[in-house]
C-alpha cells in the first residue's frame, strides 16, 4: 500500500475534521489510550484545529483518509497542556505543540510517523518555533489491559531528537473503555529544538 499526504491549513481544516474525529477513536481506543471516544466531543474539540496557525497532515490511500497528525503554537492550545510546561527556561511562545498523530493499524511501517512529524516541525519552523513538543499517555507497566510485546514510541522519539522534559506532566481527563466515568491519566511531555 502506498500513502500519500496532504497538509491542511486554516478554513481547509474544516473539510478533514470528520475523517480525523473517527479516526481518533478508533486508533486511541487501543493502547495506551484506551479511549472511550465520542463523536460529537470529538468534533467540537478538533474545531481548534481551525486556527489560521494550526496543521493537519493527512495520510490517504487513494481519497480515503487512514491516518493524520495534528499541531499548532502551544500558546494557541489548551491551557491543560500548556501549564505543564510553565516551569521550563523555553517561552511558551516558542514552541510548536505537535498534538495528535493516528494512523490504522494495516499503514504502519510506511514511514507515516517520520512524514507526519517533517510536516509538523517544517509548519513550526515556517511560523517562526524554535522548538517542538508533544506528550505521550503514561500507563503503568503492570496495568490488566496492556498487550504482550507492546513497544513504547521510546526509541522513534528519541531517533526523531525528542527527549522527555523532566517534570512536565500533563494530565487530562477521559473515560477508559469499559469505565463509567472519566479518570485523570499522566501524560509525559518531550521536546526538540527545531
Known sequence: MSLAFRSFLGADVGATLDDLARLRIAVFRDWPYLYDGDLDY?????????????IVVGAFDG??????ATGMPMTDHDDDFGSALAGIDTPL????????????????????????????EDHA??????????CGVQRPDSHPARPAGYRPLDAFWRKRGYAPVPGAIARFAWKDIGDSTETEKPLQFWMKRL
Open 42 to 54: 470529538e468534533r467540537r474539540y478538533l474545531e481548534l484545529y481551525t486556527n489560521p496557525r494550526a
Open 63 to 68: 481519497r480515503h483518509m487512514v491516518g493524520a
Open 93 to 120: 511562545s516558542d514552541i510548536f505543540y505537535c498534538a495528535e498523530s493516528v494512523l490504522l493499524p494495516d499503514y504502519r511501517g510506511q514511514g507515516a510517523g517520520h512524514a507526519f512529524f517533517d510536516a509538523r
Open 125 to 134: 519552523r515556517a511560523l517562526g518555533l524554535t522548538h517542538s513538543a508533544f
